[in-house]
């Protein structure tokens, strides 16, 4: 898996999609918004992230994608902020949800990474996200 095609990362899209479909998820891709806005998520009316497909690094999208998925299932949408701590708490677990679903799209595929730092750099996680993702070896090894 690597970025360096569209096909690779059209799959993954599609995927993330397929997901959130399987899982009661509405998902729309769009070109409206601002390149400085990554996406949103909602609970209410009903469960749905929106996906800026022209956020200013487009190989980030995937992982924003997930993310926002990740707000729905731990129940906090994105345009939640009570307070800063909150905040950062619901979004550390967002960005932990993201990263175990890019985990289960290698699994379901058959992708295999021998490290962390491969597997972030691959799906262009955002360095300072780096140290959510698990890396000890037995953490590491996708069954």
Not at 9 to 28: E, F, K, P, R, T
Not at 58 to 66: G, H, L, Q, T
Not at 88 to 93: A, F, H, P, S, V
Not at 125 to 139: G, H, R
Request: proline share 4%; with cysteine.
């Amino acid at each position: 898996m690597n970025y360096i095609n569209q096909r690779n990362y059209n799959d993954l899209i599609n995927w993330l999609m397929n997901y959130c479909l399987d899982n009661g998820i509405g998902a729309v891709l769009t070109n409206e918004l601002p390149n400085d806005i990554g996406g949103k998520s909602y609970l209410i009316p009903a469960n749905l992230v929106i996906v800026n497909n022209k956020w200013k690094n487009k190989m980030e999208v995937p992982f924003i994608f997930a993310h926002e998925i990740g707000h729905i299932f731990t129940g906090v949408p994105c345009s939640y902020h009570a307070s800063i701590t909150n905040n950062i708490k619901e979004e550390t677990e967002a960005n932990k949800f993201a990263i175990k679903l890019l985990r289960k799209y290698c699994t379901c595929n058959d992708i295999y990474f021998d490290n962390y730092y491969n597997f972030a750099q691959i799906f262009c996680i955002p360095k300072k996200y780096f140290y959510l993702v698990p890396d000890s070896q037995e953490d590491w090894i996708l069954s």
